[in-house]
């Protein structure tokens, strides 16, 4: 078990979900996050996050390496997870809306910690590109 | 944006409350904006944050 820190925007993200998707899609929201603008499946997607955060914890390399996703430049160190509310159906089975990619630090081997920097949607890569602006410039 | 001239003074107070409106919607962009592209080495700890969402039972496993 490790400590899962999340940085000020990643914490952002989750606390902030629905005026994130809002800017980003349009407000009120459609499509699959339409049902994003009732509070009660707002807080299940954000328990959603504490629950993939929770195994994070629990299991550091849970978390896809990033490397594997074409494109990637600065966070080929870091991995990622997907998560969605209990209970949510999308077209296909298992399917999950959103994306948390971290970092563990100091290193992969013996890690302390696990950063969390993004905190997004599947759609769009978006977690993805956050995170490549958010991500540590060194070690 | 194309200038619309109001015509009457309630039609002018109309829209400048039409204006305040976008103005705060620029205003929480710009914030959104920052906020994806910065981290200023502030981090929260898993178990604040499931505080925040009153989640900490979910970390009880």
Redesign the interface.
Known sequence: MIHVELSDAARDDLLQLREHLRARHGAPLSGEFAELEDDANLLAVQHGAIRALATIRDNPWIGAENRARTGSRRIVDGRHVYFDREGYRGRHAGDMRFRIVYRLEPDEGAPARATVYAIAERASQRAYKLAERRWPRSG | MAVREPATYEEALERIGELEEELESLD??LL?RE??????G?????ED??R????ED??D?
Request: hydrophobic share 50%; proline share 0%; net charge neutral.
């Open positions: 929480a962009l959104l906020r994806a592209a910065s981290d200023d502030t981090r929260h700890t898993l944050v499931a925040e969402l009153g989640a979910l970390l496993r």
